[in-house]
């Protein structure tokens, strides 16, 4: 099978969930990297969420500091998931 690579943004403005990346039906994705950038000038945070299949919510990063006009690397190691998961940010 081919591989197939996805470059997923969300700009997020707000407090809601907002969803990165959803694993289409029969793959396996391998996330090689989450880049978060703050952008307004103010410090913030970020939650980073996994949610499973059958609807279980895994926190992958629960409170994240991102500085002023700061950018972080999330991931230490990539991150597989599998049919149905769904990446979330707030």
Do not use: H, R, W
């Given at each position: ?20 990346y ?7 994705g ?21 949610t ?19 950018t ?9 998931v ?9």
């Open positions: 099978m081919a591989n197939t690579y996805v470059n997923a943004k969300v700009d997020l403005t707000g407090t809601s969930v907002t969803t990165l959803t694993c289409a039906a029969l793959t396996t391998i996330v090689k990297s989450i880049l978060v950038s703050e952008d307004s000038g103010n410090a913030d945070t970020v939650t980073v969420t996994l499973n299949a059958a609807g279980a919510v895994f926190s992958l990063f629960k409170v994240k500091a991102v500085g002023a006009n700061g972080v690397e999330l991931l230490t190691a990539p991150l597989v599998q049919t149905g998961e769904i990446i979330k940010v707030t």
